[in-house]
């Protein structure tokens, strides 16, 4: 579907893990689809329904009119679907067109800048997981995502890191070393500052 950029994004509804959740009217970026797939395997999970009951109720759980369309007009055969296979053909239809290479040049744009190592990295990390969560073919792999860290951290990191041996071994473990780094790096700019503003009071003060 077109991006529809002048109204309201749908918002998912869930009262209890056990009841039928409910997508209320409005557009869905991938963020909130991924809201909707997760109410939808809560009911599945909590709800006393079967399996192959699921689609049904929560596909009558979707109150956008052009979604109701389309399950309308596909209705037996959607009802027959597995859940997976219903949040599928679901993204399919009512995700904008091309969204997972915004979402991948998104995080191959990304840049530190001042912003703390952990925290970027984990928008990047919650960024390809919207891609590996949808299985998208768009989606990095570690090894991937750990280069494009590397590669657009800010200058002062990157040349510490590269002034460092690290010992690990796994991507996790290279993030743990390289947010220690990051910290360290952060106190010493800090301390730094607090020399240069003691030096220029001093000197204002003569």
């Known amino acids: 579907m077109p991006l529809a950029n002048n109204r309201p994004l749908a918002e998912v509804k869930v009262s ?12 869905l970026d991938i ?3 991924q809201e909707w797939s997760n109410a939808c395997h809560w009911y599945l999970k909590h709800s006393e329904k079967k399996p192959e009951e699921i689609v ?7 109150l956008e009119p052009c979604f109701m369309k389309w399950y309308h007009a596909n209705q037996t055969c959607i009802d027959a679907f597995s859940l997976d296979k219903y949040l599928t053909e679901f993204a399919k239809y009512a995700l904008p067109c091309k969204w997972e290479h ?3 040049n998104t995080l191959l744009s990304s840049k530190q800048g001042n912003k703390p190592f952990a925290d970027w990295q984990i928008e990047l990390e919650n960024l390809n997981a919207l891609l590996a969560n949808t299985k998208s073919t768009c989606c990095l792999s570690d090894a991937s ?5 590397k590669a657009n951290m800010n200058l002062d990191l990157h040349a510490k890191l590269n002034n460092t041996n690290l010992i690990a071994t796994t991507f996790p473990d290279w993030i743990c070393e390289v947010t220690e780094l990051d910290e360290d790096l952060c106190k010493e700019n800090a301390c730094t500052q607090r020399l240069i503003d003691a030096n220029n009071a001093a000197r204002a003060a003569e």
Not at 16 to 27: A, V
């Open 31 to 33: 963020k909130k689809f």
């Open 102 to 104: 915004g979402i991948r």
């Open 16 to 27: 209890k893990l056990k009841d039928c959740p409910m997508l209320t009217l409005g557009w």
């Open 145 to 149: 995502v750990q280069a494009q860290l």
């Open 56 to 62: 049904r109720f929560v596909a009558d759980g979707m």
